[in-house]
């Protein structure tokens, strides 16, 4: 089985090289955990690796994605960025897509422009922050790639990040399920290997995305001691689940340096 790396060394030891290719992966934790910074760490470690990345972020223009990442010491300028929002086609084959949400508008509003095309009388509005939206950026991500297939999938190994999952049910939580699973069935294939973050409410604990998590192939959970307890920003990772791996039980400490980005450690 191929092994995918996170970007981060001592957790792919701790999944036994790597994340199973084509799985789902999903990130759940608080705010400032360090979610984003690990997607950043998986989509950074695909374009050295020369995979295709599609990089949805819904919370962060992808520049303010750039700088925190060169903070970190990985630098995407390095790499040929298409921002699928923009007007003008790419010059260069990209590296990399990114869908953030202006690009999500553009999308929404080509779809509703097509179905007021083919039927005028009932018109269909999507809004940016739908799963249909959001399926159909991707599929025209792997286009822009030119990773697409007959079928619109894609023939190559490609990663995806989706930065964050909550974002699309923000104001209808009791639709995660629903749309997790439509979202899984769009884009679950074997050379498709996902990182999806959602967020947990911290006042009741409850993942905003319940759902997501039981139809993940994986699930790496982070968060931080109480900080008016512990009086410091203390942070941890474990690995819940991960399919066909037998990873790492124990939790690790992560510390986020400049420079480096995340550094786990073992605690015994
Ligand atoms: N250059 C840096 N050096 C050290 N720590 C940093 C640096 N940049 C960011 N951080 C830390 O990383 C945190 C942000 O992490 P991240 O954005 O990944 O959180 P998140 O889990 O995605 O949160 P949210 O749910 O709000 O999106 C910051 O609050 C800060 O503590
Ligand atoms: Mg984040």
């Avoid at 025209?140 to 999938?153: C, F, P, Q, R, W």
């Avoid at 104001?171 to 995660?176: E, L, T």
């Avoid at 039981?214 to 203390?234: L, P, Q, S």
Wanted: hydrophobic content about 40%; charged content about 25%.
């Amino acid at each position: 089985m191929k092994r995918i790396s996170t970007g981060v060394d001592v957790l792919d030891k701790a999944l036994e090289g790597g994340i199973p290719q084509g799985s789902w992966v999903v990130v759940t934790g608080e705010p400032g955990v360090g979610k984003s910074i690990l997607c950043i760490h998986f989509a950074y470690a695909g374009l050295r690796a020369g995979d295709p990345v599609v990089y949805v972020t819904t919370e962060q223009e992808f520049r303010d994605v750039m700088e925190q990442a060169k903070q970190l010491g990985m630098d995407f300028s390095r790499f040929s960025v298409y921002n699928i929002a923009w007007k003008k086609e790419p010059e260069e084959l990209p590296e990399i897509v990114v869908i953030d949400i202006f690009g999500l508008l553009k999308v929404a509003r080509q779809l509703t422009e097509k179905s007021k095309e083919e039927s005028p009388e009932k018109v269909k509005r999507y809004a940016a922050l739908s799963i249909d939206t959001l399926i159909e950026a991707i599929n025209e991500a792997y286009h822009i790639l030119a990773v697409a297939g007959e079928k619109g999938t894609p023939e190559r190994h490609v990663r995806l990040v989706i930065d964050s999952m909550s974002a699309f049910w923000v104001d209808k939580p009791v639709m995660a399920r629903k749309y997790s699973y439509q979202l899984k069935i769009a884009t679950h294939r074997d050379n498709v290997t996902a990182m999806l973050t959602s967020q947990y409410a911290p006042t009741t604990r409850q993942a905003y995305g319940f759902g997501l998590e039981h139809i993940a192939d994986g699930v790496i959970h982070m968060w931080m001691d109480d900080v008016e307890t512990a009086k410091e920003v203390r942070r941890w990772l474990i690995i819940k689940k991960m399919r066909m791996t037998a990873h790492e039980s124990k939790a690790f400490r992560v510390r986020i340096e400049s420079g480096r980005g995340i550094v786990l450690e073992q605690v015994t």
